[in-house]
């Protein structure tokens, strides 16, 4: 049996604080004049406070055998408690205020007492809650900038998103401190998917904020100039985007953002306008999503019956009043008392629950509400809301692009995640629990492609300003530890799931080194190279490289030569591959003036004599890199469907083509995959809402895919064409023109 016997040591440490009996350590706290000597032993300091004993290492003793410290960031009523707690490990926080708690909180940060961090947290959370709404501005932009404030920033991130439900969340968006809000604070708000606010008043609240940051800004709109406008908008220009204008209603529109239009861009402007004046027209504006919102308790309108009962009715009119006390939990459960099987409780109950992330219990009523009407949608969409909820909050899910995806992707980038234009490439997809390390995940991947996990090494893609997906910096193996979460966070916060690329090596580099160093403080870049073979058609991910970002480029060449089997010194074209294009590289720059950085991809092929090429255009072929990815810029997926349902059996499908082919050309490949003869072939277009059949394209040689899918004048028109087959055969100029714009191109290069 064991015996801890604490209340005695804390004691004993206790005094040697206070008598200081042969003390080494003087540590002077304060400022000018108000300054006090406390007096510690550094053995004590080293063992409990790593601040204490990075300070203590880099300080010599005086002549006296004694190491002087200078703490001036800090108030000696803070120090005291803190040194306290050094020695005995006991803090007392019922005479202290709730302004003192919190500066006790940044100073244990600043010195990384981390279990006094989490239980200084814990006690304004739990015992403070209103102090901390009341001062919400600097509060949580505190907690913004402190890592170590984490349990404080989510508290204030459940009260913005749910402030209707749980809080009054004028405290928020209504006081005067909102006003002052940092930017970055700001963002944050407005980039949260559950923020429970009518998207009208977050308009509002944008605006006002603006208008703060310029005090310059006349009180009287009518008397604003364009700078002015121009003013505002350029104080906005990181909220506005982050505003879901579409959501708004029509009311709001007119009364709300018609006066400030001017700060919107012009296209967008339109587009809300064609929203509300026709509906049914295409937008080509990016729509976000709409915040995700609590499900709706059914109001008293609903048609509901109940018995006459006086107690239940006099609950049900106590729950009203909880509802708006929020105390939805407290006031169901009494009710319930009285009507267990009343399925109206127990469906808002699971709501309430729901809202107040207690998943389980929301589980639990509405299971219980299912077994007394099995058939009770609205119970089913609660069940089925907490689950997606339950599988939301818990897994993180993780795409992989592996070496092996990469060598047999067709287009841009290193695969395809979610444009549909091309081909989505089959990318691996991973569930992990959140709070699993990240040495779990690995090792779990690990498994799944059968190699040690010390022979994988995962970054993190990033998108970039020119919408191109690119690999930023690896996931060090420092971050074995920390979990999946975290990862999320510091790595890819702005994307709803992790995109990462799988590294492998055979061997390491040395007996610990597995892989190269990427830091901050290396010129080391990992580059990507793409081969294009005129044999074959096609791209080629041939492998990663590491390179010098001050060695030239043609110190490359000999790599590729040998990578591809061509003799020592064959000349080869190199590329650096853009967003929509690629750009032909100087081989005698270097890889930074040719601004090249970090995961960028490169592609090559080897020069052709005048004769090869001729030979690749007599088969039609396209000899030359550049007008591949011209083209390839100009491909698209387009989805065949069968006209009429009650013919023959016809399959839907998909083909790439290109938006250049003509109607003959279309008709073609059509024609290849189906069996058929192209001539007995008719398209008809779809409409941009409904999908439907809408019009037959007139068989015209001159005639692009562009065209038939009305691209020209519709952008966001749908990728769908409608086919039949005819009896008899409707003839045009059959000639396949997009073979002599592919040679008219090669001759012109």
């Known amino acids: 049996m064991t015996t801890k016997f604490f209340d005695q040591l804390c004691n004993n440490l206790t005094k040697l604080l206070e008598n200081s009996d042969e003390h080494n350590v003087i540590i002077k706290v304060g400022q000018d004049p108000n300054i006090q000597a406390f007096k510690a032993h550094s053995i004590i300091l080293n063992s409990r406070c790593l601040y204490f004993k990075d300070k203590l290492a880099a300080i010599t003793y005086n002549d006296n055998n004694m190491k002087i410290i200078d703490q001036t960031n800090v108030s000696i009523e803070i120090f005291d408690i803190i040194i306290r707690y050094i020695y005995n490990g006991v803090i007392s926080l019922e005479t202290i205020n709730e302004s003192t708690i919190f500066e006790l909180l940044l100073a244990s940060s600043e010195f990384g007492l981390k279990e006094l961090i989490k239980h200084l947290q814990l006690s304004l959370i739990m015992n403070h809650a209103s102090w901390l709404r009341l001062n919400f501005s600097s509060i949580y932009q505190a907690s913004l900038k402190d890592k170590n404030l984490r349990d404080l920033q989510q508290f204030y991130d459940d009260i913005i998103a749910k402030g209707p439900i749980i809080f009054d969340s004028n405290f928020v968006f209504d006081s005067d401190e909102f006003l002052t809000l940092s930017e970055n604070t700001l ?143 407290e006031s169901f459960v009494e009710l319930m008392d009285i009507e267990p099987n009343y399925t109206f409780a127990l469906n808002n109950r699971g709501i309430t629950y729901l809202n107040m992330i207690k998943s389980k219990e929301s589980f639990v009523d509405s299971n219980k509400s299912l077994e007394i009407e099995p058939d009770d949608t609205f119970a089913l969409r609660i069940r089925g809301t907490t689950y997606h909820i339950e599988e939301r909050s818990l897994f993180l899910h993780i795409k992989i692009v592996t070496p092996d995806i990469f060598e047999r992707h067709q287009g841009f980038d290193l695969a395809n995640f979610n444009n549909k234009q091309y081909p989505l490439s089959e990318i691996p997809q991973f569930r992990i629990l959140k709070n699993e390390t990240y040495w779990a995940f690995k090792a779990m991947v690990a498994r799944r492609f059968g190699i040690m996990a010390e022979q994988l090494r995962f970054w993190v893609f990033t998108i970039r300003e020119n919408k191109t997906f690119r690999l930023n910096k690896p996931i060090s193996d420092d971050s074995l530890a920390i979990t999946m979460e975290e990862v999320h966070k510091q790595r890819a916060a702005e994307q709803n799931e992790l995109k990462l690329f ?173 069996g058929i003869d192209p001539l007995k072939l008719q398209f008809t277009t779809a409409q941009p809402v409904s999908g439907k059949p809408q019009a037959v394209i007139e068989r015209k040689p001159t005639q692009t895919l562009k065209d038939m899918l009305q691209k020209t004048y519709m952008p966001n028109s749908p990728n769908l064409l409608y086919y039949e087959m005819l009896d008899i055969v409707v003839k045009s100029e059959i000639r396949s023109s997009l073979s002599e714009e592919e040679s008219s191109s090669s001759e012109e290069d």
């Open 187 to 329: 963002i944050l708000i407005l980039k949260l998917e559950n923020l429970q606010m009518d998207e009208g008043k977050i308009w509002d609240y944008i605006i006002k904020w603006g208008i703060a940051q310029n005090p310059f800004l006349p009180s009287n709109l009518a008397q604003w100039s364009n700078q002015h406008f121009l003013a505002l908008k350029n104080s906005l220009k990181n909220c506005l985007p982050l505003i879901r204008y579409f959501q708004i209603s029509g009311e709001d529109i007119f009364d709300k953002v018609w006066p400030y239009r001017n700060i919107l861009e012009p296209s967008l402007w339109e587009d809300i306008m064609i929203k509300f004046m026709a509906p049914n027209r295409t937008i080509v504006s990016h729509i976000l999503p709409p915040r995700v919102n609590s499900l709706t308790i059914p109001s008293s309108q609903d048609n509901i019956t109940i018995d006459d009962n006086s107690a239940s009715t006099e609950l049900r009119n106590v729950d009203e009043t909880c509802r708006i006390m929020v105390k939805r939990e």
């Open 502 to 674: 799988m590294e492998v090596t055979n061997k390491p580099i040395n007996n610990d080194t597995w892989f190269p160093s990427i830091t901050n403080y290396t010129n080391t870049l990992i580059i990507f190279i793409k081969f294009y073979n005129p044999d074959t058609q096609s791209l080629e991910g041939l492998c990663h490289l590491y390179v010098d970002g001050y060695d030239k480029v043609c110190k490359i060449l000999p790599i590729l030569c040998e990578k591809k089997t061509f003799p020592p010194n064959t000349p080869l074209n190199i590329y650096h591959e853009l967003p929509n294009s690629i750009q032909e590289m100087k081989i005698n720059l270097s890889f930074r003036e040719s601004k090249i950085q970090n995961g960028d991809v490169i592609c090559f092929q080897r020069v052709l004599t005048e004769n090869e090429a001729l030979v690749y255009t007599a088969k039609g072929f396209i000899h030359n890199i550049s007008i591949f990815y011209k083209l390839l810029y100009t491909c698209m997926v387009v989805q065949f469907k069968p006209k009429y349902e009650d013919q023959e059996q016809k399959p839907e499908f998909e083909l790439v083509l290109n938006l250049r082919h003509k109607y003959d050309d279309v008709a073609k490949f059509v024609a290849k995959f189906l």
